[in-house]
């Protein structure tokens, strides 16, 4: 049961993640029924690679329509519930006991992006203790990073109950590959909310062109979202159309290309589940910016991207000047996350949910 499937128009990669749990548990023999909510272009219901799609309601009404519905017409015959919590929970176990939530963190800047500081404040309030005082009893709770468990833990989640299987990447390492500096690329790609913080990234380019002189460069925006105008318009009113280039949303070998080709990925949230598109880019020699903050801290290292404890600007003109000059500071960094994110590929992760699955239909 998930908010999003990988075909809606603003998935992300909590959304990336659950599919593959559902292909996982699909090729090891499970039936499986992905509910989810409806949107443009979808059909209500539909077999994909084995797997059952079933769609109804949108982004609200599905907290009470796809519960209803598993209550009538899937309860009896369901081993297995595997909930994707994203914001708001679908309160699986008052009404079903043989559960998994994967939770990638607790939703707080969100609420207050879109809803304001008082009543983003409240929402998050009401539905993170709506999610403690439900799920706090589940055995089999499943976070991606070391400090979403610090958050989950600190929210009066039981240590014991949960387990990390971090997102995973699925394309190939590139042990060696020396990158063509003569126009310095910048790669953003994922979704595009506000609380991504890409005008940022937009703010730096035009800082770099501007105040630093530096004119070969380039900022490539991939994906979509809600703050895509937004960030239009910040680049028409900086004049920035020559060096800000939005690209919509792009295929597996063309983001693959993308970061193969980057010299520097952006990635300015002050919170995320962990981080994908930054091991996408360590894979493809690229180094990411970043706050140190929850889930980031622990996909990024000081040997491998480019942390920002001080001055953002000083750390983005110590990672140009890098680039720039092809040092060895920057050669290390890639070595390193190449090193790093060949840890973490789909297969090994999702075995590991895999023994999860297995020790919870034991147990129930």
């Not at 995973?168 to 990158?179: D, L, P, R, S, Y």
């Not at 493809?284 to 801290?297: D, E, W």
């Amino acid at each position: 049961m998930a908010w999003r499937d990988i075909w809606h128009p603003e998935k992300g990669g909590a959304d990336i993640y659950i599919q593959r749990v559902a292909t996982y548990l699909k090729n090891r023999g499970f039936s499986v029924i992905y509910l989810t909510a409806m949107y443009n272009g979808a059909k209500k219901e539909e077999v994909r690679d084995g797997i059952k799609y079933i769609r109804m309601g949108n982004p609200i009404s599905i907290y009470l329509l796809l519960p209803l519905y598993f209550i009538f017409k899937l309860k009896d015959s369901t081993k297995l519930l595997i909930e994707n919590f994203n914001a708001v929970p679908f309160n699986i176990p008052i009404y079903f006991d043989r559960n998994i939530t994967v939770i990638h963190h607790l939703q707080d800047e969100e609420w207050r992006l879109k809803y304001g500081k008082f009543l983003g404040k409240m929402l998050h309030f009401i539905f993170t203790n709506m999610l403690v005082r439900n799920y706090k009893r589940e055995k089999y709770l499943v976070t991606v990073s070391p400090s979403s468990r610090t958050e989950l833990i600190d929210n009066g989640f039981s240590s014991n109950n949960i387990s990390i299987v971090y997102n995973g990447i699925n394309t190939k390492v590139n042990a060696k590959a020396e990158k063509d500096n003569s126009v310095i690329k910048i790669l953003s790609h994922g979704r595009m909310p506000r609380t991504k913080h890409i005008d940022k990234a937009i703010r730096l380019i035009n800082y770099t062109v501007k105040k630093l002189g530096i004119k070969n460069i380039v900022l490539k925006i991939s994906g979509r979202g809600a703050d895509e105008e937004r960030l239009k318009g910040l680049v028409k009113k900086y004049q920035l159309e020559n060096y800000v280039k939005f690209l919509g949303y792009v295929s597996d070998r063309e983001r693959a290309r993308l970061f193969e080709e980057a010299h520097l990925h952006v990635q300015f949230s002050r919170k995320e589940g962990w981080g994908t598109t930054v091991l996408e880019a360590s894979s493809k020699r690229t180094p990411t910016i970043c706050f140190p903050v929850q889930g980031l801290r622990d996909s990024v290292k000081d040997s491998t991207g480019y942390l920002v404890r001080g001055s953002l600007r000083e750390t983005w003109k110590q990672a140009i000047h890098d680039i720039q000059s092809n040092n060895q500071n920057y050669v290390s960094k890639q070595d390193a996350g190449v090193m790093w994110s060949s840890q973490f590929i789909w297969r090994n992760q999702m075995e590991h949910f895999g023994e999860i699955v297995r020790k919870a239909l034991v147990k129930y």
